[in-house]
């Protein structure tokens, strides 16, 4: 299965903190991108990153993808209670026209 | 910034009906999407379409499902006859090109199956 898997599945932090989520996928892939959804609403993309890319920063974020590991993490910096939201990554494969979302990691930012 | 928009947000239909959800992705978009999230389950996709054919489609994606571009703004889902287990969220989602572009979704229409 393509599908990623994202750890942890939950995490609490302090505003402030940073937060690192991690995933990782089974197969080759054009590229990978994280999505960040509100509860109830409809996902929102936040970073690209392609397959041959090793970093990518946008804002608080950093992005670094290790196409050797099949995995990726997600470093959100300084955050803010306004971050508290479900994380995902989602991988383009090569050869296909879709996306594979994992399973997500929900973020809490506690004031 | 343009947004692609999905109608109804919630839809509740009798198990048995048609239903026919409605997206009107990014004007300039080529690459059109749906997807469906259970609730508390991952995104999954069903389809994609790319000059008014499906360029590809999931297991899900059965012979109850249909997709339409009926018009050169719209882009529909239709579900033949419904089932408790069709309940989920559905998303619609648009690109500009093929590969490494981001896709862009809409807010998703809730479907609640009675």
């Known amino acids: 299965s393509q599908q990623g898997e994202e750890d942890p599945q939950a995490l609490s932090i302090q505003e402030g903190e940073n937060a690192t989520m991690n995933c990782s996928y089974k197969?080759?892939?054009?590229?990978l991108q994280w999505y960040r959804q509100n509860s109830g609403r409809g996902l929102v993309h936040l970073i690209l990153i392609r397959s041959n890319e090793r970093e990518k920063h946008s804002g608080r974020l950093r992005v670094t993808l290790d196409t050797s590991k099949k995995s990726s993490s997600l470093l959100i910096t300084a955050s803010r209670a306004a971050d508290t939201a479900s994380y995902f990554c989602a991988t383009f494969k090569t050869g296909a026209n879709n996306l594979f979302f994992g399973t997500g990691t929900r973020l809490t930012v506690i004031p | 910034e343009p947004e692609v928009t999905q109608t109804p947000s919630h839809q509740v239909t009798q198990m048995g009906q048609e239903v026919i959800l409605r997206c009107v992705p990014i004007?300039?978009?080529?690459?059109f999407y749906w997807y469906r999230q259970i609730l508390g389950q991952k995104v999954e996709f069903l389809v994609s379409?790319?000059?008014?054919?499906?360029?590809?489609k999931s297991e899900i994606f059965d012979d109850q499902f249909s997709v339409e571009r009926p018009d050169g703004s719209n882009f529909t889902l239709k579900i033949r006859s419904t089932k408790l287990e069709d309940s989920a969220m559905y998303f619609c989602?648009?690109?500009?090109?093929?590969?490494?572009?981001?896709?862009?979704f809409g807010d998703g229409t809730r479907l609640s199956i009675l």
């Open positions: 004007s300039n978009h080529l690459y």
């Open positions: 989602a648009s690109t500009q090109a093929y590969s490494n572009q981001p896709q862009h």
């Open positions: 379409f790319y000059n008014n054919e499906i360029s590809e």
């Open positions: 197969t080759s892939i054009n590229n």
